[in-house]
């Protein structure tokens, strides 16, 4: 069974209350209340009940309509589950980063080419994008950066490479700090903007170090709201790790990372527009 990908909950919820309260009233007035009296007024049948959750058909479905140059398949697929109920938080976790996996998979299996897969990828990054709104935030469109980190004493690069590539390929502006120190990447984060951190180990050893680099991560960053994902094979199946290094995300596979990543950027965009908006709303005080 493969497990899902580990989201902190608190990427999951609205930012915006009022607005989430309106989509909630609407949606139990459209849709809950509708479902309940038919449950209520029909015959029973005895047969199963339809799945609220995506398919594995639905993924599968996803990560071809994405192949397609018409993006509209792809986009009227996504708008027709919403409108059966799906927020595009759920679609996240049970549908468009599973889609990012599966088209990784295909390439594995040579069932499609790392030009379709890299197109596949940004195609569901600007979908993500555009059901949570950030697209419309343009200071943040110029802030599209992300550092990928691996520790000092690892080894092994070749994963970060490939995750790093498909972040370029979806629109990212990469910086690479291989074999860093904690000092040396706090003193980076310090200095230069990044939306989103990625770090990587390559076992479980590794966990003390990685936990430090992030808190330091965090205490130095100048953007507040900077975004964490790690990777690496301590992690999948795994969400108890990923929370106890102190880290937002982890992802499967290179191109679900690229998800992951447009994930953290949109939660970190709405935070950073919303604090900047209650600063700048603030009453003037008078002496």
């Not at 690892?154 to 502006?173: D, I, P, R, Y």
């Not at 975004?227 to 108890?240: A, L, N, S």
Request: net charge negative.
């Amino acid at each position: 069974m493969v497990m899902p990908p580990f989201i902190a909950p608190e990427l999951l919820e609205q930012v915006d209350l009022p607005t989430m309260n309106e989509r909630l009233a609407s949606l139990v007035h459209s849709t809950i209340v509708p479902r309940l009296i038919e449950i209520h007024t029909r015959p029973q049948s005895g047969g199963p009940a339809r799945a609220q959750r995506p398919s594995a058909a639905d993924i599968e479905k996803l990560a071809h309509l994405v192949l397609d140059p018409n993006i509209q398949l792809s986009s009227d697929f996504i708008g027709k589950l919403e409108q059966e109920g799906h927020s595009i938080e759920d679609l996240f976790v049970t549908l468009l980063e599973p889609a990012a996996r599966c088209l990784g998979t295909m390439w594995d299996n040579d069932e499609c080419s790392f030009v379709d897969v890299t197109y596949g990828v940004a195609r569901l990054q600007q979908l993500l994008s555009v059901g949570s709104h950030s697209h419309a935030v343009p200071e943040f469109s110029r802030k599209r950066s992300v550092c990928m980190v691996t520790l000092l004493d690892e080894k092994h690069s070749l994963g970060v490479t490939m995750v790093e590539t498909f972040l370029q390929a979806g629109g990212w502006a990469v910086t690479s700090l291989h074999r860093t120190s904690a000092e040396q990447i706090a003193a980076i984060v310090g200095s230069e903007w990044f939306a989103v951190a990625g770090l990587t180990i390559g076992s479980t050893g590794q966990i003390p170090q990685l936990t430090s680099t992030i808190r330091a991560i965090r205490s130095h960053s100048c953007n507040p709201a900077i975004g964490i994902m790690v990777g690496g094979p301590p992690f999948p199946g795994h969400g108890e790790i990923v929370a106890e290094v102190g880290a937002d995300a982890t992802a499967i596979n290179a191109p679900a990372a690229v998800l992951v990543a447009q994930r953290l950027f949109d939660v970190g965009a709405a935070r950073n527009w919303q604090a900047e908006a209650t600063t700048t709303s603030r009453p003037m005080q008078l002496a």
